[in-house]
């Protein structure tokens, strides 16, 4: 069979271009008219997209100032079209990345060598509410907040809850293992994927886990698959562990006249042994920018920060206690008010500003790069101030939002306007290693929950050590001897 010539056309690209190497070995090449025939024969041509308009939509994921062209779009409809095209796409040795709705915030599925762009955006089907087991079977590209509503209106509950729930995929979610706001007392995507069908990066399909509590069937593939960010294998139907709906549910709005009486405050929740379900945490910077960008006003703007509890329980009695002590400990730390929301309508009004900080520093925030970092808990404040010297330090303006109840904030430094931008590089990268440093001393980790992708692998070897890294790289090894999924991410 004749595979023509893998040429990568050269494209006008970002003034940040990502680095692409693929085992030393240069792969840009371009796919000639009998690849794309191919392709179109498994997907359908209207499903095999090559127009400049596609290939740029298709170049971006929501990290800021990122950008690498796919060659070619395949928007594939079952297990079998993703299977035929990985195994046409590994004998001609041309990368493939996956991509679910492109909300990723480490630049995960773009695709640095080129080649062929898989999405998965056809497959959005929830296939299996199943009340026995209390597990949903799903397709990878079923929007999270669709999967919460469809499973919810059946009286179940799918807990995690990533800020970007109504515009990326189950499917994104498990390959990034994704957190949110619930991870605090429900845990993370990793806590409830229990089965996976996957298609291997040589066109194999196989099926790990299933509708099972416990399996300690050999090593545990279903969880190495998760958060493996698209670099093991793709998958195409996920079967996940479900819990009953609680019956009641109310938010809290507390203002704070210091940043640190507000991180102190969750400490102190835990040490009274109340796990909320969410705590989330939001500076002054961080309500402007909402402000801005939602064009009205936040409650308790003037504070200095805000802390949005979420409480959840079954038997009102049990829930009043609750209620009634979170508002005491709020109070006993310096909370001047506390807005109580029990209505779905007010309720999302409090989210609001919280859900909306990466769109609002996207769109409106200017030049800025977000970390993700994860402390114990207990240090939660000392990572805050932390973030804010260096900032000041480096010239930089801070915003700091984020997952406080579980450690992990995101840290957004902006470069101010009056910044020369070979000075913003300079200070940034600056600021990006010693915020690291002191989060690595504290204890912590250098990303929660957005993972390593291509922004963070400069800073993989500040945690782990060269033989992690190398047991790291036998396993990508061991899935994908030839390098062609996902390349350039992770290492
Ligand atoms: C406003 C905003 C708020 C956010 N809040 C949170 C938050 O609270 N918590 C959080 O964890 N993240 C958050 N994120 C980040 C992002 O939404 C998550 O990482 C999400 O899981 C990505 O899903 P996606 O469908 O958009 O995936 P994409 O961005 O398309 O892809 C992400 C990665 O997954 C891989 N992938 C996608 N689908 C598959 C598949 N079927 N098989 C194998 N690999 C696949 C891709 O190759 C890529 O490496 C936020 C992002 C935004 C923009």
């Given at each position: 069979?004749?595979h023509?010539?893998?040429?990568?056309?050269?494209?006008?690209?970002?003034?940040?271009?990502?680095?692409c190497q693929?085992?030393?070995?240069?792969?840009?090449?371009?796919?000639?008219?009998?690849?794309?025939?191919?392709?179109s024969?498994?997907?359908?041509?209207?499903?095999?997209?090559?127009?400049?308009?596609?290939?740029?939509?298709?170049?971006?994921?929501?990290?800021?100032?990122?950008?690498?062209?796919?060659?070619?779009?395949v928007?594939?409809?079952?297990?079998?079209?993703?299977?035929?095209?990985?195994?046409?796409?590994?004998?001609?040795?041309?990368?493939?990345?996956?991509?679910?709705?492109?909300?990723?915030?480490?630049?995960?599925?773009?695709?640095?060598?080129?080649?062929?762009?898989?999405?998965?955006?056809?497959?959005?089907r929830?296939?299996?509410?199943?009340?026995?087991?209390?597990?949903?079977?799903?397709?990878?590209?079923?929007?999270?907040?669709?999967?919460?509503?469809?499973?919810?209106?059946?009286?179940?509950?799918?807990?995690?809850?990533?800020?970007?729930?109504?515009?990326?995929?189950?499917?994104?979610?498990v390959?990034?293992?994704?957190g949110?706001?619930?991870?605090?007392?429900?845990?993370?995507?990793?806590d409830?994927?229990?089965?996976?069908?996957?298609?291997?990066?040589?066109?194999?399909?196989?099926?790990?886990?299933?509708?099972?509590?416990?399996?300690?069937?050999?090593?545990?593939?279903?969880?190495?698959?998760?958060?493996?960010?698209?670099?093991?294998?793709?998958?195409t139907?996920?079967?996940?562990?479900?819990?009953?709906?609680?019956?009641?549910?109310?938010?809290?709005?507390?203002?704070?006249?210091?940043?640190?009486?507000?991180?102190?405050?969750?400490?102190?929740?835990?040490?009274?042994?109340?796990?909320?379900?969410?705590?989330?945490?939001m500076?002054?910077?961080?309500?402007?920018?909402?402000?801005?960008?939602?064009?009205?006003?936040?409650?308790?703007?003037?504070?200095?920060?805000?802390?949005?509890?979420?409480l959840?329980?079954?038997?009102?009695?049990?829930?009043?206690?609750?209620?009634d002590?979170?508002?005491?400990?709020?109070?006993?730390?310096?909370?001047?008010?506390?807005?109580?929301?029990?209505?779905?309508?007010?309720?999302?009004?409090?989210?609001?500003?919280?859900?909306?900080?990466?769109?609002?520093?996207?769109?409106?925030?200017?030049?800025?790069?977000?970390?993700?970092?994860?402390?114990?808990?207990?240090?939660?404040?000392?990572?805050?101030?932390?973030?804010?010297?260096?900032?000041?330090?480096?010239?930089?303006?801070?915003?700091?939002?984020?997952?406080?109840?579980?450690?992990?904030?995101?840290?957004?430094?902006?470069?101010?306007?009056?910044?020369?931008?070979?000075?913003?590089t300079?200070?940034?990268?600056?600021?990006?290693?010693?915020?690291?440093?002191?989060?690595?001393?504290?204890?912590?980790?250098?990303?929660?929950?957005?993972?390593?992708?291509?922004?963070?692998?400069?800073?993989l070897?500040?945690?782990?050590?060269?033989t992690?890294?190398?047991?790291?790289?036998?396993?990508?090894?061991?899935?994908?001897?030839?390098?062609?999924?996902?390349?350039?991410?992770?290492?």
């Open positions: 069979m004749n023509g010539q893998w040429n990568k056309k050269e494209r006008k690209k970002d003034e940040n271009p990502v680095p693929i085992g030393g070995e240069d792969v840009r090449k371009f796919l000639d008219k009998e690849w794309i025939g191919r392709l024969e498994i997907v359908g041509e209207k499903n095999v997209l090559t127009d400049e308009e596609n290939l740029e939509r298709y170049s971006r994921d929501e990290t800021m100032g990122l950008q690498a062209f796919p060659d070619v779009v928007k594939a409809g079952n297990v079998q079209e993703i299977s035929k095209v990985v195994r046409l796409a590994a004998g001609w040795g041309i990368p493939v990345t996956p991509r679910g709705l492109g909300t990723g915030l480490s630049g995960g599925c773009l695709p640095t060598l080129g080649g062929i762009v898989l999405s998965m955006e056809r497959m959005n929830v296939l299996d509410v199943d009340h026995e087991n209390l597990m949903v079977v799903t397709e990878p590209a079923v929007i999270t907040a669709e999967l919460h509503r469809t499973v919810e209106a059946e009286g179940l509950f799918y807990p995690p809850d990533p800020a970007s729930l109504e515009s990326c995929s189950i499917g994104g979610n390959a990034e293992g994704s949110g706001p619930r991870a605090v007392r429900y845990g993370t995507t990793k409830y994927v229990c089965g996976l069908e996957a298609v291997l990066p040589n066109g194999e399909i196989i099926s790990t886990g299933g509708k099972v509590v416990k399996d300690v069937t050999g090593y545990n593939l279903t969880q190495l698959l998760v958060g493996s960010e698209g670099t093991l294998a793709i998958f139907r996920i079967t996940l562990r479900l819990i009953p709906k609680p019956k009641l549910k109310v938010n809290l709005l507390a203002p704070f006249s210091e940043l640190s009486a507000a991180a102190k405050t969750v400490s102190a929740l835990l040490q009274e042994k109340i796990v909320p379900t969410a705590i989330e945490f500076d002054q910077p961080a309500m402007r920018l909402a402000e801005k960008y939602l064009k009205k006003e936040i409650v308790f703007d003037t504070a200095a920060a805000h802390l949005l509890i979420e959840d329980g079954n038997r009102k009695e049990d829930f009043d206690h609750l209620l002590t979170v508002g005491t400990v709020c109070e006993r730390f310096g909370a001047w008010d506390l807005l109580v929301a029990d209505q779905k309508e007010a309720q999302n009004r409090l989210w609001e500003g919280r859900r909306c900080i990466f769109e609002a520093a996207n769109r409106i925030g200017g030049v800025y790069e977000t970390m993700d970092v994860v402390v114990p808990r207990s240090r939660i404040a000392d990572l805050v101030r932390s973030a804010q010297g260096i900032a000041e330090k480096s010239r930089l303006e801070p915003v700091c939002v984020g997952h406080a109840g579980d450690g992990n904030v995101h840290v957004l430094y902006f470069k101010p306007e009056d910044m020369e931008k070979d000075r913003w300079e200070e940034i990268k600056k600021a990006t290693l010693t915020l690291y440093r002191t989060t690595l001393e504290m204890g912590g980790k250098i990303t929660a929950e957005h993972g390593i992708g291509l922004t963070r692998k400069p800073y070897s500040l945690d782990l050590s060269e992690q890294i190398e047991l790291l790289k036998g396993i990508k090894k061991a899935f994908d001897p030839k390098g062609i999924l996902n390349p350039g991410k992770i290492f």
